[in-house]
């Protein structure tokens, strides 16, 4: 009986005391955190899908306003070329010319093209508007989108890069051709009498690299052996950042770029924006042709030479205008006969000469530079990227002949007279 006694003593005594939670089942339910974290997610699930659904619709809506401001240039510069039409036909040029330029198929709905001209000006204003989808939930169905563009035809001043080809397609009469029609162009526009207070006129000679001759030590931070250079990867591949540490051109021997069997350092060297007519057309007369076509070099060197952010590398005396100077016309000239079929900084870096040239053309663009682009008895290929990098279809000559390659620049010589953006 004492033994049975005392086994149950000591069982009851080793039975552990009820818990907290035995006695206050609510008060563990209160201190439960597990699945926080999906109790919180399924409350911020909605706001968060609200926010990127409002990001998605007003990055379309500027999409638009992007597109609609490149075809409003377009046509404003194509109208503005035009002279001695009666306000109806240039409404009806203005809106032909839209439409070519921003199909029915592109994003959102043009709603209204309205036309403004003077003897001075070409002012064109297009409206329209984007559906939304989750930018509905908040009553808002669409996003209106609205743009203008002002072209002036005053005369005042202009900055004009030439690149000009030298490869080993030009030789022979096609170099002695382009010679006549380069010529040509500068004769007008630095003819006496034309009521432009200031030409300058650069030339960007190229082939399978650029020759920058005096300012190569410069641009290139004394790596270039024989004064020739070529493109800059990274960051700046694309647009007209000073050459300074970090973003030098690269050149031959570059010992952080394998050799390029097709390299070749043509014969004439860029020349900065002068309005020494003599000497403009001394240095055309003096051009020799060889080598490949590296087209993008020639791009790039045509838009440096006009440049204000280069304004350290050339002389003072071509300095160019900054680019918020109303009165001044910033214009590049492209001309090519051959496949752009030479590049140096390829791969993973910079890709191909003809990919690069289009990614400059539309840097050069976005700073509201005229382009002119000049095919000269061209392939297939090299009229493409020409076409792309021109302004407008208008701004594009294919030539099939020395006298179709004279009339292209003296008629880009006439318009250049006429136009510039303002706004």
């Not at 240039?90 to 309205?114: H, M, R, S, W």
């Not at 973003?247 to 020349?271: F, I, Q, T």
């Not at 050339?314 to 090519?336: C, F, G, N």
Request: with cysteine.
């Amino acid at each position: 009986m004492l033994s049975t006694i005392f086994r149950k003593c000591v069982t009851n005594w080793r039975r552990p005391s009820p818990s907290a939670s035995d006695r206050y089942p609510l008060a563990e339910l209160r201190s439960d955190r597990r699945g926080s974290v999906a109790i919180l997610f399924g409350v911020l699930v909605v706001p968060l899908m609200l926010m990127v659904g409002f990001a998605v619709d007003y990055g379309r809506g500027m999409n638009m306003k992007t597109r609609l401001a490149h075809a409003t240039d377009a046509a404003a510069l194509a109208v503005g070329s035009w002279t001695d039409l009666s306000e109806s036909k240039i409404q009806q040029k203005v809106e032909a010319f839209f439409a070519a330029n921003y199909p029915e198929n592109e994003l959102g709905t043009v709603v209204d093209i309205n036309v403004s001209a003077t003897p001075a000006t070409v002012t064109i204003s297009a409206s329209g508007f984007v559906g939304t989808s989750i930018m509905r939930i908040a009553g808002i169905d669409k996003m209106d989108v609205a743009v203008s563009a002002e072209v002036s035809k005053e005369r005042d001043k202009i900055e004009l890069g030439m690149m000009l080809d030298l490869t080993g397609s030009m030789s022979g009469e096609r170099i002695e051709d382009l010679k006549v029609a380069a010529k040509d162009l500068v004769d007008i526009l630095l003819a006496d009498g034309t009521g432009l207070k200031d030409v300058r006129i650069g030339l960007a000679p190229f082939s399978a690299s650029v020759n920058a001759g005096v300012y190569s030590d410069y641009v290139s931070d004394s790596v270039s052996v024989d004064g020739c250079v070529f493109e800059r990867d990274g960051m700046h591949a694309y647009d007209d950042t000073a050459p300074v540490a970090g973003h030098y051109l690269g050149a031959m021997p570059d010992p952080g770029e394998p050799s390029n069997h097709k390299y070749r350092c043509p014969h004439g060297e860029v020349l900065p924006i002068t309005d020494d007519k003599m000497q403009l057309k001394s240095r055309i007369d003096s051009y020799g042709t060889g080598g490949g076509t590296a087209g993008h070099l020639g791009i790039a060197w045509a838009w440096y030479l006009i440049s204000p952010n280069w304004s350290t590398v050339w002389p003072a005396s071509s300095t160019p205008d900054s680019y918020s100077e109303e009165k001044t016309l910033k214009a590049v000239i492209l001309m090519t006969d051959g496949a752009f079929n030479t590049s140096y900084k390829n791969g993973a870096k910079n890709k191909t000469s003809s990919t690069q040239a289009r990614s400059l053309c539309d840097s050069i663009k976005h700073e509201k530079i005229l382009v002119y682009a000049v095919a000269f008895e061209a392939p297939s290929s090299a009229r493409a990227t020409l076409q792309y990098c021109a302004s407008t279809a208008s701004h594009y000559f294919d030539a099939g002949n020395g006298e179709e390659l004279r009339s292209a620049f003296q008629s880009i010589a006439a318009n250049l007279q006429r136009l510039r953006i303002t706004k």
